[in-house]
């Protein structure tokens, strides 16, 4: 069950990146949330969430993972 980034409650996101969460499509929606909620607790536009999608989709899935880590490392746990 994927749930909105909204509900989470202080616990890291978890991605299975050898499942079907680890897509590269679930990856960018999740990170497109994650920005938004940080937009929305600091109350500024902290991230581009438009710049953090280009990003994701400038070149192939492992610059992908790295943007993801480079952006939410602290907020999020990726698995292989």
Do not use: W
């Given at each position: ?65 790295k943007v993801m880590e480079k952006n939410f490392g602290h907020?999020?746990i990726m698995y292989r």
């Open positions: 069950m994927i749930r909105s980034i909204k509900e989470k409650n202080g616990k890291p996101v978890e991605i299975d990146l050898t499942g079907p969460d680890g897509n590269v499509f679930n990856l960018i929606s999740i990170g497109t949330d994650l920005c938004k909620l940080l937009n929305e607790r600091r109350g500024n536009k902290y991230f581009d969430v438009a710049e953090f999608q280009r990003d994701m989709m400038s070149d192939d899935y492992e610059h992908a993972v907020m999020i």
